[in-house]
């Protein structure tokens, strides 16, 4: 491909996805939703030719500075109370549902085996920010959302993590222990170069007097703590969320206003790029992966069935974890109602007596 033509649809997408971004508010459909079904109808058109962009650049690319962007943002006080919650639906949830869809696939797909399985339910598990849209629009409480939204972050990097390992445990023998080993150490070490990355990050750029010069020193952290975490054999999607949530974390104490403006508007550009650049290619795929489905074993038909199938034991799954989660959060919220005005009116008779005093 020429560079003019490389240049040219660089040009189009990037005016595709504000345009969809700008309109679809108006319209009440969320916008990842439009952006797919655009590159799915592009991708019908008979001059377009096949798209099959390679998963490396996804992986490297886009997500680690898409994820890194959405820790920053993540409100520091409603994460910090949630995040049991939080980590209950990113880890706990992500590998319930991926292991019982394994168990199906291995059910209904001759040949293929539990890890291959379980690899195949880590892709289908997480949620993400469409979800997360439609939520919100629903009425839903803002503590739940908050909670959803903390999830479709750290989720995706969950279940990378568990894709690795389960595809790693396609290779040999399959060992329970050896795949929790794995697992464990995958995330630890993100978790501890994350940290790192993070802490030295808000130091680094405090000392920065530039707001130009120290946002453009934040572009690269997201790939400075995902490059040596991958190079140990953890994952460098979890390191970047976990430095970005530090980041944010922290940013109110190490940064000027004038640095948190800047890096809340740059980021926020780069995220609606990178999400929306996301869902166009999903949506170009789609001929491709129909005609490569057509061809497989069964047809696609079949292929439709065991989708279908999947994604209702996904949805009971998740029913049945977030329905009492849900409950919880909800007596916590009205007890917390409750007690809020006592303590304010114990908090008067204090400052009343001290003064009288």
Known sequence: MEPIEVALILVIGVIIIATVTALAPKVGVAGPLILTAIGLGVSFIPAVPDI????????????????????????????????????GFSFLLVLVTSVVLGFFFTLVIPGMSLPLGIALGAILSPTDAVATS???????????????????????ATALVLLRTAIAATAGAFSLWQGIGDFSWAVAIAVAIGLVVGWVNLRV???????????????????????????????GLVAAVVAGIVTGQGSARHFTAEQR????????????????????????????????????????????MIAAVAG???????????????MFLRRRTRRS?????????????????????
């Open 134 to 156: 439609i939520v919100r629009k629903l009425g839903i409480s803002p503590r739940v959302v908050t909670v959803l939204e903390g999830e479709s972050l750290l989720n995706d």
């Open 52 to 87: 099959r962009l390679d998963a490396s650049i996804i992986l490297i690319g886009i997500l680690p500075p898409l994820l890194y962007g959405a820790a920053v943002s993540l409100p520091a006080m409603e994460f910090r109370r949630d995040f049991g919650a939080i980590g």
């Open 337 to 357: 109602a409750h007690i809020r005005p006592k303590l304010e009116e114990y908090r008067t008779e204090w400052v009343d007596t001290s003064e009288a005093e």
């Open 312 to 326: 209702a034991i996904v949805l009971a799954v998740r029913t049945a974890y977030v329905a009492p989660v849900i």
């Open 205 to 235: 750029r405090a000392w920065i007097p530039s707001t130009a010069a120290a946002t453009a020193l934040s572009f690269v952290v997201p790939y400075l703590a995902y490059i040596p975490t991958e190079e140990l054999h953890g994952s």
């Open 261 to 304: 403006l800047s890096d809340r508007v740059n980021w926020r550009t780069v995220e609606l790029l990178l999400e929306g650049a996301v869902f166009l290619i999903m949506g170009l795929e789609v001929r491709a992966i129909i005609d490569d489905t057509g061809e497989g074993l069964g047809g696609l038909g079949h292929a439709a």
